[in-house]
Each structure stands twice: as C-alpha cells, then as structure tokens.
C-alpha cells in the first residue's frame, strides 16, 4: 500500500485515541502487529500557541515510524500553520486531520466531523494543511456524515482527492450516532469506488472474520483499528492470525497479566508515578475483562495509589488465579 511516497508494508493502523494512543501503547501495538500508529489528537489553536501539553502529546521515538501526527481545528490558516509547526519540529511520516471526532466540545467549534457540514470550509482546511507540507502526505479521519440525512463521504472524498489528499479512512457512523448501532460498511465500498487513492476502512473489526469481511466486502485497501484495541494491543496480530516468539494472538490471563506488567513499566518510566498510576487503572479496566473474578480485581486496582502496590497487586492477581483461588 502507498500513501504518497510512504511504502506501507503492513495497513493496519492504530486509530488516534485522545487519552489512549500515548507513547507506551504505541510501542505495545506497533510490537504487537500495528503496521502504522496516529498520536492522540491535538489541538491547531494549542500547537500555534506553544500549549505544552500540546506539543507533548506529539513526542514520539524513531521506532514508532511510520507514524503519523493527527490535527484537528476550524480555521484553515491556523490548522495549516500548525501542521508546518509539526512538521519542521518532528518530521512524523504523515499529517492527518481529523473530521470525524464527534464530542460536542470539539464539534461545536467546528472542528472534527462538524466540518462534514460544511464541505467547502473542509475543503479549504485542507487545502492549507496540502499545502504548508508538501514534504510528507497528508491524510483524512472523516465519518459518513452528520446524521442520516447528509451522508457526504463519498462526496467529501472526491473533493479531498482532488485537493491533493493521499489517502482518506472512513468509520461510517453518522456523528449523530457517536460510537451506537452499526457502521455502514457499504460507504467504504461506495467511497472505494469514487476514488483511486487509499481508503481504509474503519469500525465494528473485532475478529479475523470481522477484517477478512471487511476487506472482502469493501475492497478496502487498509483497516483502522480504535476501540477494539482497548486492552488487547495484540489485536493486529490476531487480526492476521501472526503470533510471535514474544507475543500470541490469544492470550490467556497469566499472558495478559505479564502484558499489562510491561505496559505500566512502560508507563511509569515515561511518567510522573502518580500520573503513571492513573493511567494504568484506565488501562486495566480494559485488560481485565471476560475471566472469573474479573470485577473483582479491577475494584481492586481503582483502590491503588502508588506503583509498588500496582505491582504487588498484579503479582497476587497472578498466583490466585494460578492456584484458581477466584
């Protein structure tokens, strides 16, 4: 697969995920089977005005290539501006904007998928991020439409084609529907038809059979993957039914365990302790999941203050169920 002058070898991607896709998991999913990996989000208005926590959120190592940088704003000369901040800063292998958000606190500025209701203020968006970085490609994240009544994917695709787009993702769920019902698979297909460059399809790939069928169905030339990877980064692996010396494609619960020692590791050596903790409970609330005496050890984590009791708690986790004592 190429997107512009980038070779992809491997088109599964890890979708950006405000409060998900930091360093540390970025580092399990690209281990993990992730072809490709997006930071979180961030803000234009944040990058042009030098906010920290913005510009920290973009930091990334040179294993984590290809990677990609994903902006969202309103304002075309800001959002291109900030896109050439970024790039003369960290040189990421692509620029991606974001017109699929659907959080109310994003869209009602304009910004995210509030933009697919006004095609041309997408369109100059756009133009101005083509523009300030010819160097590397630039990319969309874009939902169906608004609600029902204005599905513009396939429009809003050709139109980004021609501005100079070098591949567009589709999660085909209306910003109406926020993450509800089913996505309409058969506007991948409908977008897929419209254009010649890449589009990778995006929502409800959970299994093997779930990405075998969307490929089949679309003809989709990559898959996203976002929630699904909540607590399971070894999901791209499993995907493709690849296992690893270092990683299978179906864990059991000592494996998970040991996975999650690693990832909060990971994470106390790129954080503070205490934000560090923080983050693993969020995560743990992903990994422990679907085994017996899964509620309980995760009340058991949201309880934690500090790293060594993380690691305590994680070590008697791991002989309890080993001796079946839950």
Known sequence: MQIGNLDIVNPLFLAPMAGITDHPFRILCREMGAGVVFTEFVSANGIIRENMKTLELMKF??????????????????????????????????????????????????????????????????????????????????????????????????????????????????????????????????????????????????????????????GCDGVMIGRAALGKPWIFNSLQKKSSEKFIIDPDIGQIINISRRHFVMLTEYYNNNLSVNLAKKHFNYYFKGFDGASFWRKQFMQIENTDEIFSLLEKMEKALASNLY
Request: aromatic share 4%; with cysteine; glycine share 8%.
């Open 61 to 218: 190592t040179e294993n984590e290539r290809p990677i990609g940088i994903q902006l969202f704003g309103e304002t075309p000369d800001i959002v291109g501006n900030s896109a050439k901040m970024v790039y003369d800063m960290l040189k990421p292998d692509i620029i991606d904007i974001n017109y699929g958000c659907p959080v109310p606190k994003v869209t009602k500025k304009g910004a995210g998928s509030a933009a697919l209701k006004d095609l041309c203020l997408m369109d100059d968006i756009t133009q101005a991020v083509v523009e300030a970085v010819p160097e590397i490609p630039v990319t969309v994240k874009m939902r169906a439409g608004w609600d029902q009544n204005s599905l513009v994917s396939t429009e809003a695709g050709v139109r980004m084609e021609k501005i100079g787009v070098a591949a567009i993702t589709l999660h085909p769920r209306t910003t109406k529907q926020q993450f509800s019902g089913m996505s309409n698979w058969k506007l991948i297909k409908e977008l897929k038809d419209a254009v010649k460059i890449p589009v990778i399809g995006n929502g409800d790939v959970k299994t093997s059979e779930d990405y075998n069928k969307m490929k089949a169905e679309t």
